[in-house]
């Protein structure tokens, strides 16, 4: 698929540093094995202490849980009591009714024997007597019998206060352990929340820290099959490093960045990059041999043919090859094919090298009937 000129860039960088063998990376590179080595360990310590964190937030989910089991034990204390203090209050509002009742009674019983011994003193029947005497002596056991009653009442009346006080504590309590209930649920949650979050962020950064021990060994084969490609190359190429003019253009198209520019303080490019039509066909300029092709995992495809006279060349953004490592291709020869997108254009990023030295390309290419984009130098 189609790659931005940044992306092939980068990608044409690490094919670069494993030409230059590694031992004389130029300053162009912008990631290498070692460099992938740095970030992974970098992405491994940060998952690290992630893991750490959730593990710390684990503990205090563990702390407030327990918090919030026992304010709920205590809750249902509470329950339970203020249960217990209503039925005693409605116990003892029966008896106070009760004690009420009888008190009156007593009262009135009280009342009916003095009247009735006042009336009967006053006749002189043997019946009136009989009434009197019978009248004074149930006035003491009447009365007796409400002394009883107000002492009972009034007993009652105090468990009634002592046990209203008793429910006003256990509803403020009630209040206040729903408070604290709530506040260890809303901190749950929020701990809770973090920890999903930490837990997430340390695997998102245990998966980048395995892309890029993954991308450091990619680097290093490549770079390890670059030089055994090169071992069978001159050691020494003689002659100046000059395109030669019989090279074919890898494709047509425009070329939208030239050889050596520099962007945001970065190194300078050893490549152009060409933008192509969909679904371009990409040929090999000379006969040579296919060195490297295969995807960067997450670079993209880059394809090294050494090509006869001690060149190498690297082209980066094809999204399909159609050669493998160790074929003999012929000039002219289908070797990929750019992406068949319209939007973005396709862009192939071209750079040759001749022993450890770049190429300019850009001559080459117009000499081939590439043109130049307004502002960009070719050659």
């Known amino acids: 698929m189609a790659r931005g000129a940044a992306r092939a860039r980068a990608l044409v960088a690490c094919a670069a540093g494993a030409l230059a063998l590694l031992g004389t990376a130029y300053a162009q590179t912008q990631r290498t094995a070692a460099q992938a080595d740095r970030d992974r360990r970098a992405e491994s310590q940060r998952a690290e202490r992630l893991r750490a964190q959730a593990q ?24 339970a009591s203020a249960t ?40 002189l029947e043997p019946r009136a007597a009989r009434t009197s005497i019978v009248a004074r002596a149930l006035g003491p056991v009447h009365s007796a019998q409400e002394r009883r009653s107000t002492l009972a009442l009034a007993v009652a009346r105090s468990a009634e206060q002592t046990i209203a006080a008793e429910q006003a504590v256990l509803a403020d309590t009630r209040v206040a352990l729903a408070e604290e209930r709530g506040d260890i649920v809303s901190r749950l949650a929020q701990r809770r929340s973090q920890q999903v979050r930490l837990a997430s962020e340390a695997a998102a950064a245990e ?5 890029l021990a993954a991308e450091a060994r990619t680097l290093r084969e490549l770079a390890a099959r670059a030089h055994q490609a090169s071992r069978r190359r001159p050691a020494s190429p003689t002659g100046p490093s000059v395109i030669p003019a019989g090279w074919l253009a890898p494709a047509s198209g425009q070329i939208t960045r030239g050889y050596g520019v520099r962007q945001a303080g970065g190194p300078a490019t050893q490549g152009v990059t060409v933008q192509t039509g969909p679904a371009a066909q990409i040929v090999a300029p000379a006969a040579g041999e296919v060195a490297y092709a295969g995807a960067f995992r997450t670079y993209g495809n880059v394809l090294i043919l050494n090509l006869d006279g001690g060149y190498a060349l690297v082209l980066t953004g094809l999204d399909a090859m159609a050669v493998r490592v160790g074929e003999t291709v012929r000039a002219g020869q289908i070797v990929g094919q ?6 973005p254009a396709p862009e192939l990023y071209v750079e040759v090298r001749r022993g450890d030295q770049p190429v300019d390309p850009g001559r080459w290419l117009s000499a081939r009937g590439l043109t130049a984009e307004a502002g960009v130098r070719a050659g």
């Open 84 to 123: 217990a203090a209503q039925e005693r209050m409605m116990s003892v509002q029966l008896q106070i009714a009760t004690e009420t009742t009888t008190q009156r009674a007593a009262r009135d019983a009280l009342e009916a024997s003095l009247l009735a011994a006042a009336f009967a003193e006053r006749r």
């Open 338 to 343: 750019m992406s068949a997108a319209a939007s």
């Open 207 to 211: 998966r980048r820290a395995r892309t």
């Open 56 to 79: 710390a937030l684990g503990g205090e989910v563990r702390t407030l849980d327990a918090r919030l089991l026992d304010a709920s034990r205590r809750a249902a204390e509470v329950d």
